[in-house]
């Protein structure tokens, strides 16, 4: 079993930035192919960005291509989201994914694992 845990949301205004960490952990913890996915209120759990594994490529949806940055540092097991020059349009509840394919897909209901979520704020 692996568990997720999101921690790094907030309140932030406009063209600010935020780091969201998501730790795994559990018998099987090890590097994942992961994913983070937002949910904005009314509207279905998207996809945001994602990293390979192995080979830590990486992928964005394109509404935050050049503003989100996904990375990883594995001997902390931790998977991290920058973002940067954040509108009011970014904010949601953010969750990051595990799944077992070794190239995170956008569609979520090939991930397998998911953490509980952590809200983001942007304010105008």
């Known amino acids: 079993q692996v568990q997720l845990s999101e921690s790094g949301g907030g309140l932030v205004q406009a063209g600010g930035s935020l780091r969201l960490s998501c730790v795994t952990s559990?018998?099987?913890?090890?590097?994942?192919?992961m994913g983070w996915f937002r949910r904005v209120e009314g509207k279905e759990r998207e996809f945001v960005s994602g990293i390979a594994w192995p080979g830590d490529s990486t992928y964005y949806a394109d509404f935050v291509k050049g503003r989100f940055t996904i990375s990883r540092d594995n001997a902390k097991n931790t998977v991290y989201l920058q973002m940067d020059s954040l509108k009011p349009e970014d904010t949601a509840v953010y969750y990051c994914a595990g799944t077992t394919l070794r190239v995170p897909p956008p569609d979520r209901f090939q991930y397998r694992y998911w953490g509980q979520g952590t809200q983001v704020t942007v304010s105008s």
């Open positions: 559990g018998r099987t913890a090890g590097p994942h192919p």
